[in-house]
């Protein structure tokens, strides 16, 4: 299987399946003399990892990330210091019941890349989904997070807006209840909505669907190239990658095809520091491809989980008509972990234009 990398100078190969002993990934180009503490990794893992509520699945797995290579530690005996060679990092699997999975080991799950894969290559791992399982994006949160102390300056943050035909209320935002709730929720009047939904979904054996918003803050202008290196491209295509994602938006995104000229023009003056001053953002904090200094926002739309206990019709790989249902532990609202997971790469996508705009330009903005 290939195409397991991202990225040009900040290039990311991730490694490993669902029920594998371990997954990993090795982030190649990392600038040298990069500080960080492990805990500061384990961070950001510990809010993907599964098994936190009752609303995602309960396999238990602790997501201890494990720095094999590429730094140096420094004299306190904690910090680490990136060497400018190869960074792999690993997690361990500890929590797989790959028996779960014998009744559908040839049978295609519907809305499942089983079907796919099989006809790509002829085999497929089905315990779990192997490398289509979003548990491979355990590798991507940890590479994110080394991404982050490459843009020591900038803020990435990502929050829950929509589960089902359920939004928050905009004008309720407060990043501050984020990480108050299990669902990574600005709206706190929305969040016993949501609790109440998902039970019923979760009860029912079945899933559902969600939008996740990310805004990165503090980005420098002038990150991106005109045409085949913008960097709203290579956000979309790095956040289009995540497992279930069927949807990506740059600011105001399809709804901007609703606005006129005059509406989605985001107008300018010069502000009292001398910097130019936007009056909105509805290009998402890019033009022509290019950063803008405004606020990057990007949305994606993650499906429903297709392993759910309703039977739907199918067929298995002998070709006959089957009727599927998938036992075992998934989550009923995959998108609520994929809050991280989108954070993590729109990290890596700053990362490595940071990189690219400084070996261009010469200018550490």
């Known amino acids: ?29 990392c600038p040298p003399g990069i500080r960080f503490r492990l805990e500061e ?21 602790d997501d201890i990330v494990k720095v094999l290579s590429g730094v140096m530690l420094d004299e306190d005996g904690e910090t680490m210091i990136t060497t400018g060679t190869p960074v792999s990092m ?14 559908i080991a040839r049978r295609y799950r519907p809305g499942h890349a089983d079907f796919a894969y099989d006809a790509k290559y002829g085999i497929r791992d089905y315990r779990g989904g192997g490398r289509s399982s979003a548990r491979e994006t355990a590798a991507r949160v940890a590479a994110g997070a080394l991404a982050r102390k490459v843009l020591p300056d900038v803020t990435i943050r990502a929050a829950l807006t929509q589960i089902g035909k359920h939004k928050i209320n905009r004008d309720n935002w407060d990043w501050g209840q984020v990480d108050n709730n299990p669902f990574f929720c600005p709206d706190a009047a929305m969040v016993p909505v949501w609790e109440d939904y998902l039970d019923t979904i979760r009860k029912a054996g079945s899933s559902i669907g969600a939008v996740i918003e990310v805004v990165a803050e503090n980005v420098p202008a002038g990150l991106g190239a005109p045409i085949y290196g913008k960097l709203d491209q290579d ?11 069927k949807g990506v938006e740059i600011g105001e995104g ?20 001398g910097h130019p001053l936007f009056l909105s953002n509805h290009a998402g904090g890019v033009l ?16 429903p989980t297709s392993s759910i206990l309703t039977e739907r019709q199918s067929i298995d790989a002998d070709g006959n008509n089957v009727d599927v249902r998938t036992k075992g532990r998934h989550d009923p609202c995959v998108g609520i972990r994929a809050a991280p997971i ?3 790469m729109v990290a890596c996508a700053l990362a490595d234009h940071f990189l690219r705009d400084r070996g261009q330009t010469g ?3």
């Open 363 to 365: 200018r550490t903005r």
């Open 254 to 273: 399809f709804a901007s095809a609703e606005l006129s000229g005059e509406e989605n023009a985001d107008e300018m003056r010069m502000g009292n520091d």
């Open 41 to 61: 990794i384990q961070s950001y893992m510990d809010k993907r990892k599964p098994g936190q509520s009752r609303f995602v699945t309960q396999r238990r797995e």
């Open 342 to 344: 989108g954070e993590a």
């Open 288 to 303: 022509g491809g290019i950063s803008t200094g405004q606020p990057i926002v990007a949305r994606f739309a993650v499906k």
């Open 90 to 103: 690993l997690i361990e699997n500890t929590d797989q019941r790959s028996k779960d999975y014998g009744e």
């Open 235 to 245: 956000i979309a295509s790095l956040l289009m990658s995540i497992n279930a994602v």
């Open 1 to 29: 299987m290939s195409h397991n990398s991202f990225g040009h100078l900040f290039r990311v190969t991730t490694w490993g399946e669902s029920h594998g002993p371990a997954l990993g990934c090795v982030v190649d180009g």
